[in-house]
């Protein structure tokens, strides 16, 4: 009923800055939040950053003053700008939406199929 679809992953040095977008479609009647989260091998997902349909936005501690989250709501897009960025932050980021449907009228969680971000020291 929704589709997530991420671009912007890739490889890359330490330093260096990362765009990552993430589209919505679908019977969507509202997005109440969109965010991304990350998970690195071996390790648990965990959030990077989200933001609410007000612009309201919450970051994990490690990508505090580096990662920026925005979006677009009438393109029912996020981005996160990632700066600065470091060995640590390689992993699959996947994008999360929280939706009411057309077809459902419940507030719903959907996950993209993830991008690969890897950064080389």
């Known amino acids: 009923q929704v589709q997530l679809v991420e671009s912007g992953g890739g490889f890359l040095q330490a330093g260096g800055s990362l765009r990552l977008s993430c589209a919505a479609s679908g019977q969507i009647l509202t997005i109440n939040v969109m965010g991304w989260y990350r998970q690195a091998p071996g390790k648990q997902r965990e959030l990077a950053a989200s933001?609410?349909?007000?612009?309201?936005?919450i970051y994990g501690d490690s990508v505090k003053g580096r990662f920026i989250i925005s979006k677009d709501n009438a393109k029912n897009t996020v981005y996160l700008q990632m700066n600065n960025l470091k060995p640590e932050d390689t992993g699959v980021y996947y994008c999360n939406a929280d939706v009411v449907t057309y077809t459902r009228g419940s507030r719903d969680t959907y996950w993209g199929q993830g991008t690969q971000v890897t950064v080389s020291s």
């Open positions: 933001i609410t349909r007000g612009g309201n936005t």
